[in-house]
Structure formats: structure tokens, C-alpha cells
């Protein structure tokens, strides 16, 4: 169970670093997209975004302080999902590409939170391995 659960961490964490990367590689490029969707100062928004993808990554990859993690992917998600995925507003191809990315945001949101039942220290985590103090 421990090593299905660690599998998971590193798929996870693995996704939202992939992701976090492809906001700075990709800048300009995201930086338009976001722009044309209407969202004010789209660069900076972008290179938050791809900040807080890379904490919520690198803390699920290595069960590095979780509940940070946690946080910060919650942060990303609940906005990004609402701003940039607005199916209702579409129509044609743009609505079924908006409402499938609305829905895969809300079930990795459901999953991000389902983290936070885990106790903690996590399994094969570098907390453990640092003897990181827990506040209890």
C-alpha cells in the first residue's frame, strides 16, 4: 500500500511539475492565451501559476511539507478552473475543449484534496528522512 501510494506521489507530483516547467518554456505562447481570455497582467499571472504548480509538485514528488503543497495546488486550481475554462460561455469546439479542461480540473482538484486526509509524515517522504518536526 505504501508503494502504490508513493507510485501515485510520483505520477502526481510528476504532472504538476511537467506543467509548472511548460508555464515559463512556454511563456509568451501561455502568456497570449491567457490574455485573450481576459485575464489582467497575463505574464505575471502565468509565472504564478507555474510557481505554485512547481511548489504543489515538488511537495507531492518527495512528501516534502504536504499541507504547503496541498495549498498551493488549491490555489492554482479553484481560479484557473473558473477564469480560464469557462465552457458556459463557449460554444462549438471551444465549449467541449473548455469543459473538458473544467472537469479534468475538478477531479485533480477532488484528488489534491483527498491529500490532505493522509497523515502525515508520508510514506518514503524526505520529511521523514530530514526528521522535519511536526507541530502537533
Known amino acids: 500500500?505504501?508503494?502504490?501510494?508513493?507510485?501515485?506521489?510520483v505520477l502526481?507530483?510528476?504532472?504538476?511539475?511537467?506543467?509548472g516547467v511548460k508555464h515559463f518554456v512556454d511563456l509568451p505562447a501561455m502568456s497570449g492565451y491567457v490574455a485573450h481570455k481576459g485575464?489582467?497582467?497575463p505574464?505575471?499571472?502565468?509565472?504564478?501559476?507555474?510557481v505554485l504548480l512547481l511548489i504543489g509538485g515538488v511537495?507531492?514528488?518527495?512528501?516534502?511539507?504536504?499541507?504547503?503543497?496541498?495549498?498551493?495546488l488549491t490555489l492554482f486550481l479553484v481560479p484557473v478552473t473558473l477564469l480560464m475554462h469557462?465552457?458556459?460561455?463557449?460554444?462549438?469546439?471551444?465549449?467541449m475543449m473548455?469543459?473538458?479542461n473544467f472537469t479534468k480540473n475538478v477531479g485533480l482538484l477532488?484528488?489534491?484534496?483527498?491529500?490532505?486526509a493522509v497523515p502525515e509524515p508520508w510514506p518514503f517522504s524526505v520529511d521523514t528522512r530530514l526528521h522535519v518536526p511536526r507541530r502537533v
Open 86 to 95: 469557462p465552457f458556459w460561455r463557449e460554444q462549438g469546439a471551444a465549449r
Open 110 to 116: 477532488g484528488a489534491v484534496l483527498m491529500a490532505w
Open 59 to 72: 511537495s507531492f514528488l518527495f512528501g516534502l511539507v504536504p499541507k504547503l503543497g496541498i495549498v498551493a
Open 39 to 41: 485575464i489582467p497582467m
Open 43 to 50: 505574464t505575471a499571472a502565468v509565472v504564478v501559476a507555474g
Open 12 to 19: 502526481a507530483g510528476g504532472y504538476f511539475i511537467y506543467s
Open 1 to 9: 500500500m505504501r508503494e502504490t501510494f508513493l507510485l501515485g506521489r
Open 98 to 100: 473548455d469543459l473538458l
